[in-house]
């Protein structure tokens, strides 16, 4: 585990939460930091905190404060709405500011220079997309930086799901996304053929879940089938949602992932993923067969669904592969060089 060289503290704003891949990737961040030795105060907002998370960033020694943030000081936002609404108050009182953005495109309230003095992204893919616009604002090559998001792999066992002829192969997808303002469901995450996809599956007997479901989202991609399960979000933890699929599969058309959190939380629970080849989710998933089409996906999970040992053998490359992902030794030494350089 890397090392300090000196004593470093910092100021975050929000706080993690089950709903939301940037507040769930701030849980585990957080988790991270205090392992570093790194001091942490949670900038609380209105409303405040829930109970639950409260106890749980309190546990792991981080304080909570709803006084200003000290002039000079080191402030850190995951996609946060009062970190970029405060950025020019920030700023303007010496703090160093570091924003993680969620998406690969601008909020609307990052269309202006937020004034931060390093930028963190979670994929290749995201950097590519926001950096030129943040290179028109100033922000120095260098100051543009990579990290993947932290992830605990002990959160999610690898435990998966049995499969055997002639019973149920259960297809899932899982979304938290939220966009702003209002918690509107961010519908360009499913393809509004969803159904028609999973029904291209020629498996049979063949059944779906979803979570994250909602009103908006049946009208945008249709009343469910009589095969398909349909949760509100949060009915279940991901633990065990993901403990009840077979096959993790998002659909063919939908925006361009950053770095999805779900993806992480799959191929450390031992759930197959079968993702198109766009975005965030190829650089996640490495060396996968190459999905671009409805049918293309069709076969993938046919061949997982008839052939157990296949699905075994991509298991076991993709819990290799989020254990590359996840280490915590280069994602820590990567945040305390970026800390350390803002002292």
Not at 149 to 159: H, K, L, S, V
Not at 202 to 210: G, I, K
């Amino acid at each position: 585990m890397p090392s300090l060289a000196q004593p470093l503290s910092v100021y975050c704003y929000g706080m993690p939460s089950d709903v939301g891949g940037a507040n769930t990737e701030l849980w585990h961040t957080l988790k991270l930091w205090r392992s570093l030795g790194i001091g942490v105060t949670m900038v609380t907002q209105i409303p405040p905190p829930s109970y639950k998370w409260q106890r749980r960033v309190e546990g792991i020694g981080c304080k909570l404060s709803a006084t200003l943030v000290p002039g000079g000081s080191i402030v850190v936002g995951f996609c946060n709405s009062a970190f970029r609404h405060d950025a020019p108050m920030l700023h303007a009182a010496g703090c160093k500011l570091v924003y993680a953005p969620c998406m690969c495109y601008p909020l609307p309230e990052e269309r202006r220079s937020l004034l931060a003095d390093r930028y963190v992204f979670q994929s290749e893919f995201q950097r590519s997309k926001l950096m030129p616009r943040l290179r028109r604002h100033g922000l120095a090559e260098e100051h543009g930086v990579l990290i993947r998001g932290a992830f605990d792999m002990a959160e999610f066992p690898f435990r998966p799901l049995p499969h055997t002829p002639a019973e149920s192969f259960i297809v899932g997808r899982l979304s938290r996304a939220y966009g702003e303002p209002g918690h509107v469901p961010a519908l360009d995450k499913y393809p509004r053929d969803l159904w028609t996809q999973y029904g291209a599956i020629t498996y049979d007997p063949l059944r779906a879940r979803v979570m994250g479901w909602s009103m908006e989202i049946e009208r945008h991609c249709g009343k469910p089938p009589e095969w398909a399960e349909v949760l509100p979000q949060g009915a279940e933890s991901s633990q065990e949602f993901l403990a009840k699929i077979h096959c993790l599969v998002p659909g063919v058309g939908c925006c361009a992932e950053n770095w999805p959190r779900i993806g992480l939380e799959a191929m450390a629970a031992g759930v197959p993923i079968v993702a198109e080849e766009k975005g965030g989710w190829m650089e996640m998933l490495g060396e996968v067969p190459p999905i671009s089409t409805v049918t293309e996906q069709s076969d993938e999970v046919n061949r997982l669904a008839c052939d157990e040992r296949a699905r075994g053998y991509m298991l076991a490359c993709q819990l290799e592969r989020v254990g590359m992902l996840a280490d915590a030794d280069v994602i820590g030494e990567q945040w305390i060089e970026l800390f350390e350089g803002l002292q």
